[in-house]
């Protein structure tokens, strides 16, 4: 799975992100992860035509994620599941849809594995590696902001796709270290989008699935800091204990 990074450079022909739209989209980000969901919903819809288009379903996707299945003490995963279709046509033609195609299959992974949902979840990582696959030989340079991200999304993909490998696979353990090392050296990452996700994407793992919350409490720890308004940090911080 190391050469789904090559991934990354097919990118090039994305348009780079101005500031203001970094901006918009942080401002965004910021609500939605200090649970403001209607607030940051709102200014999605109003500044749609100035924001990327993937960085628009990567606020759009995970936001609904943090609504509807993380931030909620009664989960609503129709309201989800209807955001997950949206983003993932049958026919994907142009790049950038397929692009939010990989993206949309991290969060239903996630999802499904949230939700003890295996059979599921192997068909996911399936359609998720022959996507992978199909566009592993596209070319070119990226963007710094791109690459952070996308190496991000990358990394978790990898992850949870040697995760449901079985036991016996030689390099299991070892891609999903290599994996859990992206993500912990991209929390340190200068953009607080980038910065957030990994994060949160490394505590979860480490606290859920690799079961070493003291390595979890320290992204935890500076979540709560960060999100003050964010009660879910506050109770993963001290699930950690």
């Avoid at 983003?87 to 950038?96: G, I, L, V």
């Avoid at 939010?100 to 990582?125: E, G, P, V, W």
């Avoid at 935890?220 to 003050?228: E, G, H, I, M, R």
Wanted: contains cysteine; charged residues 25%; neutral net charge.
């Amino acid at each position: 799975m190391r050469h789904l990074l090559s991934i990354l450079l097919f990118l090039s022909r994305l348009s780079g992100i101005s500031s203001a739209q970094n901006t918009i989209a942080e401002t965004i980000f910021r609500l939605n992860y200090n649970q403001k969901y209607d607030s940051a919903q709102t200014l999605l819809q109003q500044k749609q035509s100035h924001i990327n288009l993937i960085y628009f379903a990567v606020l759009d996707i995970d936001g609904s994620y943090w609504k509807n299945v993380t931030g909620p003490d009664t989960p609503n995963y129709e309201d989800f599941e209807s955001v997950l279709e949206k983003y993932n046509p049958e026919n994907a033609a142009s790049d950038e849809e397929k692009i939010i195609q990989l993206i949309t299959l991290s969060y239903r992974l996630r999802y499904q594995l949230k939700r003890f949902q295996f059979i599921n979840a192997i068909s996911t990582r399936k359609k998720t590696v022959e996507l992978f696959d199909e566009l592993k030989s596209k070319a070119g340079s990226l963007s710094p902001d791109q690459q952070e991200l996308f190496s991000l999304y990358n990394a978790l993909i990898v992850y949870f796709d040697n995760y449901l490998k079985p036991f016996w696979v030689n390099d299991k353990q070892a891609n999903m270290d290599e994996a859990i090392q992206i993500m912990e050296k991209l929390s340190y990452s200068n953009q607080i989008i980038v910065q957030t996700l990994s994060s949160y994407f490394v505590a979860k793992i480490h606290l859920k699935y690799e079961k070493s919350p003291d390595k979890a409490k320290v992204h935890f720890a500076w979540l709560v800091k960060t999100y003050p308004s964010n009660h879910k940090f506050s109770e993963y911080l001290q699930e950690c204990d």
